[in-house]
Nanobody
Framework: QVQLVESGGGLVQAGGSLRLSCVVS????????MGWFRQAPGKEREFVAA????????YYRDSVKGRFSISRDNAKNTVHLEMNSLKPEDTAVYYC?????????????????WGQGTQVTVSS
């Protein structure tokens, strides 16, 4: 069974930065496409960023392009989400997810395993 554990969330002022991390255990990490999703209160879960198995391909939702950066360290079974210039609208619970397929998906239903989430709150 694959387990994902996120960390790094917290409270930050608008314009600030946070770095989320997700450690994966249970299977070979490099077999999985990794994604970050978020869900704000009363809203649907939405795609934030994804990275291919090798790390050479990344995707971002338009509203975070230029501010967020996804990366992975296959030797440490870890994926990161570097978040800069944070805005109040970035406030949400952020989830790490793993997909065993080859293609890099931006769709939540395609992901097989999920972490428990970490809260990010951006104050204005």
């Amino acid at each position: 069974q694959v387990q994902l554990v996120e960390s790094g969330g917290g409270l930050v002022q608008a314009g600030g930065s946070l770095r989320l991390s997700c450690v994966v255990s249970g299977r070979t990490f490099s077999w999985y496409v990794m994604g970050w999703f978020r869900q704000a209160p009363g809203k649907e879960r939405e795609f934030v960023a994804a990275i291919s198995r090798s790390g050479d391909t990344t995707y971002y939702r338009d509203s975070v392009k230029g501010r967020f950066s996804i990366s992975r360290d296959n030797a440490k079974n870890t994926v990161h989400l570097e978040m800069n210039s944070l805005k109040p609208e970035d406030t949400a619970v952020y989830y790490c997810a793993a997909d065993h397929e080859v293609r890099t998906s931006t769709s939540a239903p395609d992901y097989d395993y999920w972490g428990q989430g970490t809260q990010v709150t951006v104050s204005s």
